[in-house]
């Protein structure tokens, strides 16, 4: 068996990247081997060698490579409606948010920074729990732990049946995707690539 190396932000994993995955794999044959990093660093492993494709916030083509946009995640600032109602009865700010606890998936983690400024106009430092697991990340988020930036298509049930509520209603975060391989990789990465652009573009995690 062949293997390709890529690496992938763990939310696109979560949702909309494993159907591209397995489609290469039962399509040519081959194995995948991925490696998981946020999405405005999966270019460093690009950059260094260890992969030959990457799924990045990165618009820019690394050197040796080509980019592809592949559409946007949206990503929403939720919590239970218990939590909001404890946390920020009184509203969304920066006295309230200094003092709720946010749910962060590790230290490269900067989404929630992004909103906060969004929101305040201002560096804000919230109380943080750190949790590297996108579905616990939401069950977390559910079970009135904290507050943190959902990819839409993980939690708009929960925002349907109203296990999980908006901070900011119309305060959505937009993150744009892009796909990055190697110019001369061999022929297998353009099937890959292939795969990835299909399924980002289809089912019910598709990127926007």
């Known amino acids: 068996f ?16 494993v159907a591209a995955a397995a489609a290469f794999s039962q399509q040519h044959g081959a ?19 260890a992969v030959l494709a990457a799924v990045t916030a990165l618009a820019q083509p690394v050197a040796g490579c080509n980019s592809e946009a592949l559409g946007t995640m949206h990503y929403v600032a939720a919590a239970s409606p218990a939590f909001v109602q404890s946390h ?17 998936f590790d230290r490269k983690d900067a989404l ?20 590297p697991s996108p579905q616990a990340f939401v ?7 904290g507050w943190g930036m959902h990819p839409l298509s993980m939690v708009a049930q929960a925002l349907r049946d109203g296990s999980l509520v908006e901070l900011v ?6 993150v744009p995707l892009y796909w990055q391989q190697a110019r001369a990789a061999p022929r ?21």
């Open 2 to 17: 062949r293997s390709v190396r890529v690496a992938v932000n763990a939310d696109s994993l979560a949702t909309w990247f």
């Open 31 to 49: 194995l995948l081997d991925l490696t998981v990093d946020d999405q405005d660093h999966t270019a460093e492993r690009l950059r260094s060698g």
């Open 88 to 104: 920020f009865a009184t509203g969304v700010g920066a006295r309230t948010l200094a003092r709720a606890p946010s749910l962060v």
């Open 112 to 131: 929630q920074a992004r909103w906060v400024r969004r929101i305040c106009h201002r560096e804000v430092e919230t109380p943080r729990h750190w949790l």
């Open 139 to 145: 069950e977390a988020a559910r079970a009135g732990m």
């Open 169 to 174: 209603p119309g305060s959505r975060l937009p």
């Open 188 to 208: 297998l990465l353009a099937r890959l690539g292939d795969c990835v652009r299909a399924a980002s573009r289809t089912g019910p995690h598709a990127l926007a």
